[in-house]
């Protein structure tokens, strides 16, 4: 049977993008992005990635809204989607990852990626600058990282400038903080979201320049 959804449609931006093929990567100023699920075989850009971001689900009830506000039937559980995107992490094979985790998961994620890489460690940091989680920090190489404490968005703004060298992944884009602080900083970047109205956000200012989270033109970092 067929869900039918209302709402969820951010600020409209989707209505400008009707032209586009969804299925289909779509090339940005400094990256490439594309509407797709975790669950999904990964397209091969997302493969170039170097280094992955990402703040995926933390909870079934997290889940739930993330399948609800895409206007998608659920594919699986906050266990099958953590499993499937440490499995699409280790496929990228990058050689560091910054997870954006909670109380409800960062045990079990930071177990999943000491099984990938050799150092893990995780950072008390916070997101909205009041609501504490963690970022976990997962690399080839031992690393001492300027992050303890750091808001989320702060985090992404290191991560983009202090990573110019590398294309930074994200499997769970949502309205692109990553690839707007990559693009303001000249960084590239590849992502994946399964919801068209939070990609349209980005997209609107992949070309116009107006912040997803604002509203306003955001032009510098």
Same mark, same amino acid.
């Given at each position: ?22 299925? $289909? ?18 397209? #091969? ?24 506000? *895409? &206007? ?6 906050? *266990? *099958? ?18 997870? &954006? ?40 190489? &031992?690393?001492?990282?300027p992050i303890e404490g750091m808001d ?32 303001? $900083? ?32 955001? #032009? $510098?970092?």
């Amino acid at each position: 049977m067929t869900r039918t959804f209302k709402g969820y449609k951010y600020s409209g931006q989707a209505e400008k993008y009707r032209e586009l093929d969804f299925s $289909a990567p779509i090339h940005c100023r400094l990256g490439t992005v594309k509407v797709g699920s975790i669950f999904a075989p990964l397209p #091969d850009f997302m493969k170039t990635a170097t280094v992955i971001y990402c703040d995926p689900p933390c909870s079934n009830v997290n889940i739930n809204t993330f399948y609800t506000k *895409a &206007e998608k039937e659920k594919e699986g559980d906050i *266990a *099958a989607f953590s499993r499937r995107l440490i499995e699409a992490i280790d496929e990228i094979g990058p050689r560091e990852v910054f997870l &954006e985790t909670f109380k409800s998961n960062v045990d079990d994620m930071e177990k999943a990626l000491r099984a990938i890489f050799p150092f893990v460690r995780r950072y008390n940091t916070t997101y909205y600058k009041t609501h504490a989680n963690f970022i976990l920090h997962a690399a080839k190489q &031992e690393s001492d990282l300027p992050i303890e404490g750091m808001d989320e968005e702060a985090i992404v703004k290191y991560i983009a400038t202090s990573r110019k060298d590398d294309i930074i992944g994200d499997p769970c884009f949502g309205r692109g903080i990553i690839g707007m602080y990559c693009t303001l $900083a000249g960084t590239r970047f590849v992502g994946q979201e399964l919801n068209k109205n939070r990609l349209c956000e980005f997209l609107t200012f992949d070309r116009e320049g107006i912040n997803p989270f604002t509203g306003k033109r955001k #032009d $510098a970092l």
